[in-house]
Nanobody
Framework: QVQLVESGGGLVQPGGSLRLSCAAS????????MGWYRQAPGEERRLVAT???????NYADSVKGRFAISRDNAKNTVDLQMNSLKPEDTAVYYC?????????WGQGTQVTVSS
């Protein structure tokens, strides 16, 4: 059974930084694309960033240059370093993967950017 568990959310002031982590289990992690998504109140869940098994990355335009996704295949984790945070980055952040044709999500972690 694939499980994804996020951690690292919290309250941060505008301009601050946070690092989110997603721990995966029950899957062959190293070859699987992993992604971070976010959902703000009243909005759809949207892509933030993805990283392939080979390390290629993709970012939403709204976070390019501020966020960085990385993975540690030895630890089965994928992190999201978020810098220069803005109030509009406030959302629940989710880890996601597709494994043998089935989509898996973590439980989400709240990020609030506010002064």
């Amino acid at each position: 059974q694939v499980q994804l568990v996020e951690s690292g959310g919290g309250l941060v002031q505008p301009g601050g930084s946070l690092r989110l982590s997603c721990a995966a289990s029950g899957m062959i992690f190293s070859t699987n694309t992993m992604g971070w998504y976010r959902q703000a109140p009243g909005e759809e869940r949207r892509l933030v960033a993805t990283v392939t098994g080979g390390g290629s990355t993709n970012y939403a335009d709204s976070v390019k240059g501020r966020f960085a996704i990385s993975r540690d295949n030895a630890k089965n984790t994928v992190d999201l370093q978020m810098n220069s945070l803005k109030p509009e980055d406030t959302a629940v952040y989710y880890c996601r993967t597709i494994y043998y044709g089935r989509q898996y999500w973590g439980q989400g972690t709240q990020v609030t950017v506010s002064s």
